[in-house]
């Protein structure tokens, strides 16, 4: 990877990468920086996804010495992935974990990631920007929470990642409208059968958007539609960090330090300061020492890590003097609806959520819930559709007929905003892992609001294949994306992090992940939790060239 000097967009606080950069090539890993463990770095980041790998590129940048772990490995997709469905699983979280409460949620595929990359290796590749109502729903909509920013706190930054990843769609009509800055992708059978079902009941639909280049990007080639983004974009055509923004932190003099199982956050009770971490690798105990420490785990590892970071000053865990860390972790409902057809869809060709539609995002105040939800093309492979036929009782014969059918099938997937509740929580089990520490344990419960959206939500698209000329539909419930347990507040009374992405108490630690949206509305949250990242490396990059003391920014 040639280096490139640093482009500022105008129009943006967020650095742009060079064109050139695709993938985190074998020279770059060689040609890594390595710091040891007793050098004092100046940050520690845990977990390389989403918004660690956003939040380490940008520090490196800055000229900060930086070591990102990740209980991963390090991926290459050349020799590390397949096209195939069951292959994927290696891309999945699959250490043990509790999950109870009224509607125990399933972990895994489709709310976890493994390795460096995050979720974000194996996700669609979908990337809408949350609304400007979703950071007032308490005080427009009586329900959730407000956040302590506004959505004009990350406009900007939503603008940067867009043009970093890139982004391509139609113009945007919903929230706040804007533009991608690729053009949208060709539109498979599936979403045509979108468009004409939306069309006929007068709903709007946009293709895209998707942070797939629309044609080649630097060394990126394009997108050969084989439909394979959910197990891992072999070709390297969709966006993730791990080939967008890890080569440039690496280029930058980061370190990644991968398969590195971060247990506990060390801390100096007497300085009331974060010292660095412990960390499992090769079956030992590993420390890093760092001047601060930003934890980018997500909403089940994050709160866990919290939790399991005690102290004397700290018995119930860092930043849980008010017993927050773990609350309020959200999911969102995703019940996916198919349709047959007598002309052959073939759903599985192009990206799947191709199409999609935000009609249903804003609350409507003739119904008898708060808030929305998002509809966008899925397109299930054979597994995944198996478990759809599967989930509505069919077996044997009737299974194999269905599958025998499957090119016949179009199918809708909708995001529903379930509220966050402070009962819906992480807190540690008494089950151990491998590392004999407590594993996490997830309980969730939805609210009668939830319920009520769930149903409407599963209407509306059962009435666009209906309105396209689906001679059957079938609809299963799912749970999606995870966000929450570690939510960012005005007080420490109603949270775990400021809105510098500071833990409460706690002035050198931070965290910049998903697990500090307050409420998720219905967008997919990989974008947010990026443009979230890269806000607060500039917060902290700011601070630091003031050369503000950890005492002052605590009181800044």
Not at 73 to 82: A, E, G, L, Q
Not at 244 to 266: F, Y
Not at 351 to 379: K, L
Not at 414 to 435: F, G, K, M, Q, S
């Amino acid at each position: 990877m040639r280096r490139r000097e640093n482009v500022r967009d105008r129009n943006a606080s967020a650095w742009l990468l060079p064109n050139d950069g695709s993938r985190t090539d074998h020279r770059l890993r060689a040609d890594m920086r390595r710091f040891d463990g007793d050098d004092e770095v100046d940050l520690v980041v845990v977990g390389a996804g989403a918004g660690g790998g956003v939040l380490t590129q940008r520090l490196a940048r800055a000229g900060w010495r930086v070591v990102c772990l990740d209980a991963g490995p390090f991926w290459d997709p050349d020799t590390d992935w397949v096209s195939d469905e069951r292959g994927a699983h290696v891309l999945y979280w699959t250490e043990p974990r509790q999950i109870g409460g009224g509607d125990p949620v399933p972990l895994g595929s489709n709310n976890s990631g493994r390795g460096v990359g995050g979720s974000m290796v194996h996700y669609a590749g979908y990337t809408p920007r949350l609304h400007p109502s979703d950071f007032t729903t308490r005080s427009v909509d009586g329900v959730g929470a407000d956040w302590p920013i506004g959505y004009q706190d990350l406009r900007p930054y939503y603008e940067a990642i867009e043009a970093e990843l890139p982004v391509a769609g139609q113009s945007w009509p919903w929230g706040d409208p804007h533009r991608y800055p690729h053009s949208p992708h060709p539109v498979g059978g599936n979403g045509e059968i979108f468009l004409r079902g939306a069309a006929a009941l007068g709903i709007e639909a946009r293709v895209g958007p998707v942070a797939i280049a629309n044609g080649r990007f630097g060394n990126r080639p394009h997108c050969i539609y084989r439909g394979f983004c959910l197990q891992g974009c072999k070709v390297n055509a969709k966006a993730s960090p791990l080939i967008t923004h890890i080569p440039d932190a690496l280029a930058h003099g980061a370190e990644i330090r991968p398969d590195s199982h971060v247990s506990r956050i060390l801390v100096d009770d007497r300085a009331g300061r974060v010292t660095g971490v412990t960390y499992l690798r090769d079956g030992r105990e590993h420390v890093q020492r760092a001047r601060a420490v930003a934890v980018a785990g997500y909403s089940i590892e994050t709160p866990r890590l919290l939790l399991l970071s005690t102290s004397r000053r700290w018995p119930a865990g860092l930043g849980n003097d008010h017993d927050q860390v773990g609350r309020y972790l959200m999911v969102q409902g995703a019940p996916q609806t198919a349709g047959r057809f007598d002309d052959e869809i073939r759903m599985y060709k192009t990206p799947p959520p191709e199409v999609s539609s935000e009609h249903y995002y804003e609350t409507d105040p003739t119904r008898p819930y708060r808030r929305g939800w998002s509809i966008q093309n899925v397109s299930p492979l054979p597994i995944t559709w198996a478990e759809h036929v599967i989930a509505q009782g069919h077996w044997g014969a009737p299974l194999r007929e269905y599958m025998r059918d499957y090119v016949h099938w179009a199918t809708l997937g909708a995001l529903c905003e379930y509220l966050p509740r402070a009962d819906n929580r992480v807190t540690l089990a008494d089950e151990t892992d491998r590392h004999g520490l407590p594993v996490a344990h997830f309980s969730y419960t939805r609210c009668d609001n939830d319920q009520l959206l769930h149903k409407a939500a599963t209407r509306s698209m059962e009435a666009i294949l209906t309105a396209a000329g689906a001679t059957e539909v079938m609809t299963i419930d799912r749970y999606a994306h995870l966000v929450g347990g570690a939510r960012m507040a005005t007080h420490a009374a109603d949270g775990v992090v400021d809105a510098e992405h500071r833990v409460f108490g706690l002035p050198n630690l931070y965290v910049v992940d998903g697990s500090v949206l307050p409420t998720q509305g219905a967008a997919n949250p990989a974008l947010t939790i990026m443009a979230l990242a890269a806000r607060a490396a500039d917060r902290l990059a700011a601070h630091s060239r003031r050369g503000l003391t950890e005492h002052e920014l605590s009181h800044a």
